[in-house]
């Protein structure tokens, strides 16, 4: 079964650092991974992906955000650097069989549970 399971959220100041990990279990090779953000009352909101060495960022996060990807490991990151509150939301990480890059989250199949992020002014 495919899992992917999401670490390191949490309360940080803004102008703070956190590091987002996903991890991919049950043996799939996922081409394309990344990361969407829900705040309370808002729909669901690309962040960043990664797919066969390219990535693409929300014009939100450019410059400030930096994806990667472990392929030995199956694992892809978040590095959020410079966080405003704005930015307080769960973080899912999203992943696809598909090797194109992708800004939708109806292009991903399978979604981890979430990461709360609390950034604080």
């Known amino acids: 079964q495919v899992q992917l399971v999401e670490s390191g959220g949490g309360l940080v100041q803004a102008g703070g650092s956190l590091r987002l990990s996903c991890a991919a279990s049950g043996g799939t090779f996922f081409y394309r991974m990344g990361w969407f953000r829900q705040a309370p009352g808002k729909e669901r909101e690309f962040v960043a992906t990664m797919s066969s060495g390219s990535t693409t960022y929300a014009d939100s996060v450019k410059g400030r955000f930096t994806i990667s990807r472990d392929n030995a490991k199956n694992t892809v990151r978040l590095q959020m650097n410079s966080l405003k509150p704005e930015g307080t939301a769960v973080y899912y990480c999203?992943?696809?069989?598909?090797?194109?890059?992708?800004?939708?989250?109806?292009?991903?199949?399978?979604w981890g549970q979430g990461t709360q992020v609390t950034i604080s002014s």
């Open positions: 999203a992943a696809s069989n598909r090797g194109t890059i992708a800004t939708m989250a109806s292009n991903y199949g399978y």
